[in-house]
Structure formats: C-alpha cells, structure tokens
C-alpha cells in the first residue's frame, strides 16, 4: 500500500490523543470514589468505556491499513450477519436517519470480519455526516445485496452528497483530512481501497444515487 501520509497521521494522533486525555480526565474522577454517589461512579465507569472503544478502534483502523494479513486471516462470517452488525441501533443517530435492509442479504458470500467492519464503520460515517462531522439532518439508505459472484452491497440513497467524496478518493483535499473526521475516514476508505481491492462503483438516476461496493 502508499504509505500512510502525514495528514491522516496528525487526524489518527489527534483523535487518539483525545480519547486518552478522556480517559485519564475519567480516571481521575474514579480515583477520589469516596467522594462520590453510585450514580456517579456509574456515569462515570460508562464513559470510561466509551472511550477506551474509541481508543481501541482506531488503533484497530491503524491496524487493518498496515498489517494486511493479520486483517485477511480474520474470521470469515457471512454478509448478511455482517451488516446487521455494524448498523447503527437506536439512540446511535437522529431519528430522522434511517436503515433499511431489503431484501434479506445473502447468507452464502462470507467476507473476513475485520476487513468487513474496517471498510463499512468509516462508509456509513461518512454517508450519514457532512464534511463539518454535522449528522445530516435527513437521510434513508437502503442497502441490499447483488447478484454477483463477489460478496457486494447496494446503497441507495435520494440525497446524492452522501456520495459526492466517493467516486474520487485519491484527490481528497490534505485539509479536510487533517482537520476533520470526516475526511480522516474518507483517507480510510482510500487506504482500504488500495490495500484489500475493495471496489466502489458510483451511479446517479432521476430518484437516487447509488453505491456498489464488492469486497474481494
């Protein structure tokens, strides 16, 4: 793969950074417990735990874009389990953004789950965010499955900015990469792209945009 350019470093670094510092700002909370009701201690063991996932997860993507085989020897589960696995569930995303999986995806493609989960976390990030990281204010997918021998998906969407970074990666602007999650995550989708053959295909009707993605 290209090497990992200093921009997406210094967003990866940044957001790492931050996790930690919550962490630590969490820590030190727990540390005086004495002084502390049980809700409290809850509320804040909880936070703690959102942020050590976020810790793991991307010390996860640095993972998958510089070691490629331990990300291909990962378990290999069928699509269908797969995306109903990183869907967002309730209380993730606004109400005004919405899944929808039809019809049933097949259960015969089996794709390795941290290639899988690698590739989809950052897609629909960027599918369901604006280039400022604001949640669209309304949004439907609808995903299904493709009658191809590769493992693939078919997104469509009638709001076609959900897709107009996609079908041009390698020219992502260094500042929007270096300066937002947004393109920190499109950068991922390149940097799989070019490590794993993970293929987009972009196509626009009268009624909505669509987005093939096979997997290899």
């Known amino acids: 793969m290209e090497q990992v350019d200093n921009y997406f470093l210094s967003t990866f670094i940044h957001e790492l950074l931050n996790a930690i510092n919550g962490i630590n700002s969490v820590a030190q909370i727990l540390e005086e417990t004495s002084e502390l009701e049980t809700e409290d201690v809850e509320e804040s063991a909880s936070d703690l735990i959102d942020l050590t996932g976020r810790a793991t997860k991307l010390i996860n993507k ?27 569930i309730k209380g993730q995303i606004p109400n005004s953004l919405k899944f929808t999986i039809a019809p049933p995806l097949s259960t015969a493609h089996m794709v390795p789950e941290e290639l899988f989960n690698g590739f989809i976390e950052p897609l629909i990030y960027v599918l369901l965010h604006s280039d400022d990281d604001a949640f669209k204010s309304k949004l439907t997918i609808s995903i299904s499955g493709n009658e ?29 990469v270096a300066t937002s999650r947004y393109g920190f995550e499109l950068k991922m989708l390149f940097y799989m792209m070019s490590t794993y053959g993970v293929e987009m295909n972009y196509s626009e009707s009268a009624k909505h945009a669509e987005l093939l993605v096979c997997f290899p």
């Open 62 to 88: 640095l993972r998958i874009i510089t070691n490629p085989n331990r990300t291909l020897s990962s378990t290999k589960i069928c699509l269908n389990e797969l995306i109903n696995n990183m869907l967002p």
């Open 148 to 176: 191809i021998q590769k493992p693939a998906l078919v997104l469509k969407t009638s709001d076609k900015t959900c897709f107009k970074h996609l079908d041009n990666l390698n020219k992502i602007e260094n500042q929007l």
